[in-house]
């Protein structure tokens, strides 16, 4: 397994490359304040649709861009001067008497605000404020994987760039565009995974919602599209709807929620097949039903053997067991039993398939706990049917057991239970494993001082950290509480280190926002690792204590357990 150090260092320059647009929106900001004074001035003189549409988009425009970049003072500052702005466009008759000094004094607030801002030197740290970091990694090393095709417009440049790039770290290659005829163009080039734009243009009010919808009449597959717009009124959320967008979010949103909604949409929703045993003396006959459930897209295993079922039980680890009724050595129903008896098989579905039309046999084979009984020769399409429903509700009992609620992360007894196997298989192929305790720091003050539900958003940030930068291979679970347990197969303490320590890093960058007023945390972390432990119970002992180490030594550190060091 190697780092992909580019990859780290791509990232630190997209970060600087934020600060720089930052900086970049700061220096417009006298010009731009000019351009608004000037549009006032033109609707004074001559007030009609155009001069309208011009002082909005002015206030539109500096309240999206000054939110999205972490300016709140400048944003306040015109909130009343936009809500006119929006009152006039949509020819609301309701206005106060002095409007137009209400205006006034927004541009006047505003130019108050530039004048301290430009004053002030803005520091790197700043500029990273508003920038959690949650890079996606998808396979074994850690590499960079492919990316998917996005398309940005919106006419305000800057939000638009920083958008791009913040998205970028999620695993999107982003191509901006700034005019509805320029994006247009390019998806008639090469259409996109998804697109995300804002409604109102220079061209026009509604230009964003008129290109989807002539997008409709031209394409023959439908592109997944998410809008970004000030406007909160119902009649644009409507709209959005009827031309066909997906989602829809007010300025500024949250990077984490556009990403989710980004995931959804292009992500395949491709199941991971159904896995069933199929126990029948008949091999032929197994064989059979093994094929159609194989042709319906599931994974079989065959089983002639009865006493090699629990064998095969533990290795394959079936969602249904498809068993026949009468065997030479046993019933199935023994089997049924037996399997009952074990701890972890006690909610796996047995469905029998035999040839007993007898009702009061089928009943009683049911009495031990059976999902089902179908009757050979059983129709294909019923098979499949009655195998699928079942298989299906046994992997969402399975998922409800196994995960936490919270942060849809394996819950402790689902980590400790992956951590054996992992232990086992690094032992038969002689590989090293290491094991992962993480704590977040002063969690307790968190829920404290910003209440539970921000705690709450601590632990999924952390979570969706650990979810989207680590390898599928690796097990992630929630410990209990505030503590998180990471499985790495097929890892040194070296290079299990040298991952944490980047999460830890980047993690504590993440400016979590609270009515109490926004803040940052970090996270200390333990390792352990075979071959230096070889058991379940002193991996996590190790681990524990490396953790306490960190603490004690002052949090926001990771550290690895001495006889792991030395092996």
């Given at each position: 397994m190697t780092v992909n150090h580019?990859?780290?260092?791509?990232?630190?320059?997209?970060?600087?490359?934020?600060?720089?647009?930052?900086?970049?929106?700061?220096?417009?900001?006298?010009?731009?304040?000019?351009?608004?004074?000037?549009?006032?001035?033109?609707?004074?003189?001559?007030?009609?649709?155009?001069?309208?549409?011009?002082?909005?988009?002015?206030?539109?425009?500096?309240k999206g861009t000054s939110r999205s970049f972490g300016f709140e003072k400048l944003s306040d500052a015109i909130l009343a001067g936009d809500d006119i702005a929006s009152r006039l466009l949509s020819h609301q008759e309701s206005l106060p008497a002095d409007w137009m000094q209400v205006l006034e004094e927004s541009l006047n607030g505003l130019a108050h605000e530039v004048a301290l801002l430009t004053s002030q030197e803005v520091t790197h740290h700043d500029a990273m404020s508003n920038l959690p970091y949650f890079g996606q990694e998808s396979n074994?090393?850690?590499?960079?994987?492919?990316?998917?095709?996005?398309?940005?417009?919106?006419?305000?440049?800057?939000?638009?760039?920083?958008?791009?790039?913040?998205?970028?770290?999620?695993?999107?290659?982003?191509?901006?565009?700034?005019?509805?005829?320029?994006?247009?163009?390019?998806?008639?080039?090469?259409?996109?995974?998804?697109?995300?734009?804002?409604?109102?243009?220079?061209?026009?009010?509604?230009?964003?919602?008129?290109?989807?919808?002539?997008?409709?009449?031209?394409?023959?597959?439908?592109i997944p599209t998410i809008f970004l717009s000030v406007r909160e009124d119902f009649s644009a959320r409507l709209r959005s709807v009827q031309v066909g967008g997906a989602a829809y979010f007010q300025k500024p949103a949250r990077v984490l929620d556009v990403v989710s909604?980004?995931?959804?949409?292009?992500?395949?929703?491709?199941?991971?097949?159904?896995?069933?045993i199929v126990v029948d003396d008949e091999p032929e006959i197994a064989s059979y039903h093994g094929i159609i459930l194989q042709q319906a897209g599931m994974v079989t295993e065959q089983v002639s053997e009865p006493e090699k079922l629990l064998a095969t039980l533990e290795h394959f680890r079936p969602d249904l067991v498809l068993m026949d009724m009468y065997m030479p050595t046993c019933t199935g129903r023994d089997l049924a039993k037996m399997i009952r008896q074990i701890p972890e098989y006690v909610s796996l579905p047995i469905v029998f398939l035999s040839s007993e039309t007898d009702r009061q046999?089928?009943?009683?084979?049911?009495?031990?706990?059976?999902?089902?009984?179908?009757?050979?020769?059983?129709?294909p399409e019923y098979l499949v049917a009655a195998v699928a429903i079942r298989a299906e509700r046994?992997?969402?009992?399975?998922?409800?057991?196994?995960?936490?609620?919270?942060?849809?992360?394996?819950?402790?007894?689902?980590?400790?239970s992956f951590?054996?196997?992992?232990?086992?298989?690094?032992?038969?192929?002689?590989?090293?494993?290491?094991?992962?305790?993480?704590?977040?720091?002063?969690?307790?003050?968190?829920?404290?001082?910003?209440?539970?539900?921000?705690?709450?958003?601590?632990?999924?940030?952390?979570?969706?950290?650990?979810?989207?930068?680590?390898?599928?291979?690796?097990?992630?679970?929630?410990?209990?509480?505030?503590?998180?347990?990471?499985?790495?197969?097929?890892?040194?303490?070296?290079?299990?280190?040298?991952?944490?320590?980047?999460?830890?890093?980047?993690?504590?960058?993440?400016?979590?926002?609270?009515p109490q007023g926004d803040f940052s945390c970090s996270f200390s972390a333990g390792i352990a690792s075979y071959p230096a432990h070889t058991t379940i119970e002193s991996l996590r002992a190790a681990a524990d204590q490396a953790l306490y180490r960190a603490k004690?030594?002052?949090?926001?550190?990771?550290i690895s357990d001495k006889q792991s060091q030395e092996g």
């Open positions: 580019d990859k780290y260092t791509k990232l630190a320059q997209a970060k600087d490359k934020i600060a720089r647009l930052r900086q970049s929106f700061i220096e417009q900001l006298p010009n731009r304040l000019i351009e608004g004074k000037a549009a006032l001035r033109l609707l004074v003189e001559h007030q009609n649709e155009q001069t309208v549409a011009n002082i909005h988009r002015f206030f539109h425009s500096i074994p090393s850690y590499e960079e994987g492919d990316h998917k095709l996005l398309y940005l417009c919106d006419d305000d440049e800057l939000s638009t760039e920083q958008l791009a790039t913040q998205l970028g770290f999620f695993g999107y290659e982003c191509r901006a565009f700034y005019r509805t005829d320029d994006l247009y163009r390019a998806i008639m080039q090469q259409e996109p995974s998804a697109i995300i734009m804002d409604i109102n243009f220079p061209e026009g009010q509604n230009a964003g919602l008129e290109l989807l919808e002539s997008l409709a009449d031209r394409l023959k597959t439908t909604m980004l995931d959804s949409l292009t992500t395949p929703k491709a199941p991971e097949p159904y896995r069933v046999r089928q009943f009683s084979a049911m009495s031990v706990g059976a999902e089902g009984f179908l009757t050979k020769p059983v129709v046994m992997r969402i009992l399975r998922m409800l057991m196994a995960k936490d609620s919270l942060t849809g992360l394996y819950n402790h007894t689902t980590t400790t951590m054996g196997i992992e232990l086992a298989n690094s032992m038969r192929q002689q590989q090293p494993l290491c094991f992962v305790m993480i704590d977040i720091d002063h969690f307790k003050m968190i829920n404290d001082e910003h209440g539970h539900p921000i705690g709450d958003q601590v632990l999924l940030a952390m979570s969706r950290v650990f979810q989207q930068r680590l390898r599928h291979s690796d097990i992630v679970g929630r410990y209990g509480g505030e503590e998180f347990a990471i499985v790495m197969p097929a890892t040194t303490v070296a290079q299990a280190t040298q991952v944490i320590d980047l999460l830890r890093q980047d993690f504590a960058q993440i400016i979590f926002n609270s004690r030594q002052g949090r926001n550190q990771t």
